[in-house]
């Protein structure tokens, strides 16, 4: 199921995983997933017509990217909140450790980096 490698990069010893090759051996079972693939397929038209009818899409995507950044960090342990990250975005002193909104604010730099490299 995947092995380690082990080199040498500008005079540092580093290791990497390196997984199985695909298709895997035995091949995946993905019979149980039908019904979340379609319940995924619905919910991803449902958010298409919703763009379809706003006036502008970059305000959806304003909230959308930093709520996603906000439950991304606290995972990670952040205390920050969406109104924390808001105040900090507008120069004001946030409710929580200015280090915990700072995260949060990579996470939004991160999210944005990606989606322009996506675009």
Known sequence: MGKFSVSVFDGETVRAFLPPRLPPVPPLQLAGLQLVLE?????????????????????????????????SSQIEGTQSSLSDLLLF???????VPLEDVQEVSNYVAALNYGMEHIR
């Open 39 to 71: 319940q995924a397929n619905q919910a991803l038209g449902r958010l298409d017509g919703i763009a379809s009818v706003i006036p502008d899409l970059s305000l959806f995507l304003y909230a959308y990217v930093r709520k996603e950044a906000v439950l």
């Open 89 to 95: 975005e507008n120069e004001a002193a946030p409710g």
